[in-house]
């Protein structure tokens, strides 16, 4: 039910064109995310998304995470080094849209970014040096509007480019984004929203109250930090299924091509099926004496980062390379989910909130849709409770970033939501290394906490 707005909305001339000359006025919603970033193409006057590209973030070569890259702002010319090439991403994949879709840049009218409160500092050239020191406060969490040409941004450059207003150090305006979206800010229940990618970040509440952390899940979701990750693109194993007497797996690679690595979905997939069939124990050790293997044909061994299971033999992939999983990237995967079930304790403790009382578990983050609730169950990500309570929402920051494209009023309420929310700070709560620790097991140290997969371990 959003109304698209006009392009002027700052009462300023932005373009002249001849009248007898036709024009189609487009915007870009674009998702800032600290491994990948997503570039809506809109149509401003239908509110139609005429296309959707996405790239990793060029800043990973200089850190994986928010922190790496905080550190490297501080050195020399780091801040201007991470600017340039977040910048040289998004306007590469405008490039990609200008070609892919017959356009002009010069008719995008209108921006609106959205991302985490260190991707909008690196993206606008603010010193994020106290994000990550004590107090923990950002240089900005709302910010102005700018021109495309102040930034550099390759579309008109009279453009309005509007960034969504962010909650605290570490909660950015991808989760007010996200709240947008979702609608948890106008809903009865008591919603549990997660945004699951390098920043695992979370929210409580419903229209009356609402409670976000946020706690540092790392990259190996998104494909990052992992032998053989890849984001959830063409060539990715998207699921693997293993049988227990061969050990033999069974994949499903996105658009049904020769495989090329494996994506978010496809890694808690494949984990809980070595968890279930006994490849690997509960602390992710793979167990290379497993009853099932078979001399010459097994697909556990030895390799160079450790023990590994071999997923697609090199005959198979689409790279002529075998395509594995081993015990570093296991580790980083429950490190991984560790941070983010933590964080979920931690809110719910706080807050004297039992689990069973969370009404719907709302997810988003790019790679949310293609998970399967029941592998992430297994593997202690997901909180175990009936599957009728999860809902997958895609990208809800790149979401939040297009509704606030079409509509004043989108904006208004995205900067009520990130006034309204309580934020937790979990580097200040001494619960939170007790609660990341006991996750850092299949599924968990206390097996009671999830009792489907007690069921069906013993």
Request: charged share 20%; proline share 4%.
């Amino acid at each position: 039910g959003l109304k698209p707005a006009p392009t002027h909305r700052r009462s300023r001339l932005i373009d002249v064109r001849p009248a007898a000359v036709p024009i189609t006025l487009y915007g870009i919603a674009v998702d800032i995310g600290t491994t990948t970033v997503v570039v809506y193409l809109v149509n401003i006057e239908s509110g139609k998304v005429l296309d959707i590209v996405t790239a990793f973030n060029q800043q990973i070569n200089y850190g994986e995470d928010v922190i790496s890259r905080i550190v490297y702002a501080q050195k020399g010319n780091g801040l201007d080094d991470l600017r340039r090439v977040v910048l040289r991403t998004v306007n590469e994949l405008i490039g990609d849209l200008e070609v892919r879709n017959h356009i002009s840049r010069t008719d995008i009218f209108d921006m609106v970014a959205s991302g985490n409160t260190t991707m909008a500092h690196l993206f606008l050239g603010l010193y994020p040096r106290y994000i990550r020191e004590e107090p923990y406060i950002p240089t900005a969490i709302h910010f102005p509007y700018f021109t495309a040409a102040e930034l550099g941004v390759d579309i008109n450059p009279e453009a309005s480019v509007y960034c969504l207003p962010g909650v605290a150090a570490y909660v950015g305006g991808d989760i007010t984004s996200g709240i947008l979206s979702s609608g948890v800010y106008k809903t009865e229940k008591l919603s549990l929203f997660m945004d699951i990618g390098t920043n695992g970040e979370i929210v409580l509440g419903n229209q009356d109250w609402a409670m976000t952390c946020a706690c540092s899940a790392g990259p190996a979701f998104e494909g990052a930090g992992v032998q053989c990750g890849m984001r959830a693109t063409t060539g990715a194993i998207e699921d693997v299924r293993i049988d227990s007497k061969t050990l033999e797996p069974t994949v499903t690679v996105i658009d049904d091509v020769k495989p090329l690595g494996i994506c978010g979905s496809g890694m808690i997939a494949a984990l809980a099926e070595m968890l279930v069939t006994g490849i690997v124990d509960r602390g992710g050790r793979i167990n290379l004496n497993h009853p099932a293997c078979q001399p010459g044909m097994c697909r556990l061994r030895e390799g160079e980062h450790g023990d590994e299971y071999v997923v697609v033999w090199a005959s198979d992939s689409g790279t002529g390379q075998e395509i594995v999983i081993n015990e570093v990237d296991i580790n980083n995967l429950i490190r991984t989910k560790a941070a983010i079930y933590a964080g979920i304790a931690v809110m719910l403790r706080s807050l004297n909130i039992e689990l069973e009382s969370l009404e719907q578990v709302l997810i988003g983050g790019a790679f949310g849709q293609h998970i399967n609730i029941e592998e992430a169950v297994q593997i202690g990500l997901l909180p175990d409770l009936p599957w009728d309570r999860f809902k997958f929402l895609g990208n809800t920051s790149a979401q939040g970033a297009y509704h606030a494209l079409l509509s004043r009023e989108a904006r208004a309420m995205a900067d009520e939501i990130a006034h309204r929310l309580t934020y937790l700070e979990l580097i200040a709560d001494n619960t939170f290394m007790d609660e990341f620790t006991s996750a850092l097991f299949l599924p968990h140290t206390n097996l009671d906490t999830f009792p489907s997969v007690k069921t069906l371990l013993s």
